[in-house]
């Protein structure tokens, strides 16, 4: 999953893309790096930086709900699953801030099927962190009443 995968299934211009749960910020990092040195067009967001953090153009420390604008397209790379349904919350109603109509957002968790059939050990609260692992009808439950549409992708373990 990637910036071309989110650009590629977008059916709008992408002039704002959003790394939501941007870590230490590799990727926002390397994307302004490869693709947009002054910084237009590539955010990140995290909660909870670590200290190895990269300070750069646009990486955010803090929620969703509080950036600045709208985004086109983003990507949510291994964050869901460490989050219980109520914490996602903070997620789905910052994407509804900042979405418009048009907007996808690419999650990548480990569903159910890839859980039991390939990581039977991915849901490992005390070494990987990883609490839940959400079904594409759990995704449609929470994102649904938000005006989300949920579909995964074809031959991955990904939520878009």
Known sequence: MSLREAILYCRRSVTRFLDVGAGPGFLVARLHELLDQPGEIVHGVEKFPPQYMIHGPN???????????????????????????RMLSGIYLGLKKVSVEGSL?????????????????????????????????????????????????????TLS
């Open 59 to 85: 990486y955010h420390v803090g929620e969703i709900a509080d950036m600045d604008g709208t985004f086109d397209a983003g990507v949510c790379i291994e964050v869901i699953e460490h989050l219980t349904p």
């Open 105 to 157: 957002w690419l999650f990548n968790t480990g569903m159910p099927e890839y859980v039991r059939h390939e990581d039977p050990g991915y849901l490992d609260p005390l070494g990987r962190g990883h609490v839940v692992s959400y079904s594409l009808k759990a995704a449609e439950a929470i994102f649904g009443p938000m005006g989300f549409a949920t579909t995964a992708l074809p031959k991955r373990a």
